[in-house]
């Protein structure tokens, strides 16, 4: 199921380091992404682990910035 949160809240699927497939919407404010898909953390503090994208950890980057 495709969900939509803020660029900046602190979750895996707006962070750099997570995996899975997102999109950012044409300014950067929102990232598209599909709340069943779990993909890997790579380098963050999950590393290697498969990471739901609303989850989230103190090594969060924030990957899209408002344009
Ligand atoms: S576990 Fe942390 S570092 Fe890894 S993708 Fe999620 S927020 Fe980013």
């Keep these: 199921m495709k969900n939509?949160?803020?660029a900046n809240?602190?979750?895996?699927?707006?962070?750099?380091?997570?995996?899975?497939?997102?999109?950012?919407d044409a300014f950067?404010?929102?990232?598209?992404f599909d709340m069943n898909?779990?993909?890997?953390?790579?380098?963050?503090g999950f590393n290697q682990?498969?990471?739901n994208g609303l989850q989230s950890c103190n090594k969060w980057e924030q990957q899209?910035?408002?344009r």
């Design 9 to 24: 809240w602190k979750n895996c699927a707006t962070c750099c380091h997570w995996c899975g497939s997102k999109k950012p």
């Design 49 to 51: 682990a498969k990471m």
């Design 4 to 6: 939509s949160i803020p």
């Design 64 to 66: 899209f910035t408002r």
């Design 37 to 44: 898909e779990k993909a890997k953390c790579a380098g963050g």
């Design 28 to 32: 950067c404010n929102y990232v598209e």
